[in-house]
């Protein structure tokens, strides 16, 4: 008798987790299938208290890439996916840029100013080319940047350079464009190789109604080299038909006058093993 006791109370315990379980919700739905919810626009923005939002581009339905700056620092993009809540840093780095185009999620481009906000040395613009190389949760760095030069239309202003304490040095007309050499000047050489050796500070101008592109210079002298040459046509040069040297009030003005085969241009600056400095015009017709 006690045996079938036994027995009976054993099946009575172990029925009790399959009423219970039979009592539950049909259709409640497991905790590991359910989704999360999507990262909305106000839980992204409230992410930046400190820091100023400049845009918001949306790439499709499920990613957002917001634009943002903090006052002295260079703007910032971060790429979120709104499914997975993943957020990415695009890695411009300390240079100011702007959106230059977007090809998906997977391929940001951007042209940098040549300015960033670490230093006075001012590069001539430029693309970075943001692109994905692994998509991992919960990382920063899935992009890398790949650089490459960026031609500019012959309107175009550009600023670049820090170091008047300069003298040019030498001038030569290349293949395609123009180049022009920098050192110090005696006695402020200290100045030009503090920190770094650079051209001086350099604006471009163009005039259109005579074709010119002209660069103002604040550097403090020519060499005698330059002096003998401030002046020449160059008839046979695919894209400069003459360039002159003129001096006024205390600035330097280099004038290229430009054949109908020139349509963008390309400045690059770059440094000798011996510091001194150059930059090289580069000119294009349409691209």
Same mark, same amino acid.
């Given at each position: 008798m006690k045996r079938n006791v036994l027995f009976i109370s054993a099946v009575m315990l172990l029925s009790i987790p399959v009423i219970?379980?039979?009592?539950?919700?049909?259709?409640a739905v497991p905790v590991a299938n359910q989704?999360?919810?999507?990262?909305?626009?106000?839980? &992204?923005?409230?992410?930046?208290?400190?820091?100023?939002?400049?845009n918001i581009h949306n790439i499709g339905e499920d990613y957002v890439l917001i634009e943002s700056q903090q006052e002295t620092f260079a703007n910032r993009f971060d790429l979120y996916n709104l499914n997975t809540g993943d957020m990415d840093i695009m890695p411009t780095m300390i240079d100011?840029?702007?959106?230059?185009? &977007? !090809?998906?999620?997977?391929?940001?481009?951007?042209?940098?100013?040549?300015?960033?906000? !670490?230093?006075?040395?001012?590069?001539?613009?430029?693309?970075?080319?943001?692109?994905?190389?692994?998509?991992?949760?919960?990382?920063?760095?899935?992009?890398? %940047?790949?650089?490459?030069?960026?031609?500019?239309?012959?309107d175009y202003p550009l600023q670049l350079g820090c170091k008047a304490e300069t003298q040019m040095l030498d001038i030569n007309i290349s293949f395609n464009g123009f180049e022009a050499a920098f050192g110090a000047v005696?006695?402020?050489? %200290?100045?030009?190789?503090?920190?770094?050796?650079?051209?001086?500070?350099?604006?471009?101008i163009y005039d259109k109604d005579k074709k010119q592109l002209i660069f103002e210079m604040d550097c403090e002298e020519l060499s005698g080299k330059v002096e003998a040459k401030k002046k020449a046509a160059t008839p046979d040069n695919q894209y400069i038909s003459?360039?002159?040297?003129? !001096?006024?009030?205390?600035?330097? +003005?280099?004038?290229?006058?430009?054949?109908?085969?020139?349509?963008? +241009?390309?400045?690059?600056k770059d440094h000798l093993p011996d510091g001194t400095m150059y930059f090289r015009i580069s000119f294009v017709g349409e691209s």
């Open positions: 219970l379980l039979g009592c539950s919700d049909k259709n989704e999360a919810p999507r990262l909305t626009i106000e839980e &992204i923005t409230k992410k930046y208290k400190d820091t100023s939002i400049k100011f840029v702007t959106l230059e185009s &977007i !090809e998906n999620e997977n391929y940001i481009i951007f042209l940098s100013s040549g300015k960033n906000s !670490e230093s006075p040395f001012i590069n001539p613009p430029h693309l970075i080319k943001c692109v994905r190389i692994k998509n991992e949760a919960d990382k920063e760095d899935d992009f890398i %940047a790949l650089y490459e030069d960026k031609y500019l239309p012959l005696k006695g402020k050489e %200290a100045a030009f190789y503090a920190d770094n050796s650079d051209i001086p500070p350099t604006r471009t003459a360039y002159e040297i003129n !001096e006024k009030d205390n600035k330097f +003005y280099l004038s290229l006058e430009l054949k109908d085969t020139a349509k963008q +241009y390309l400045l690059k």
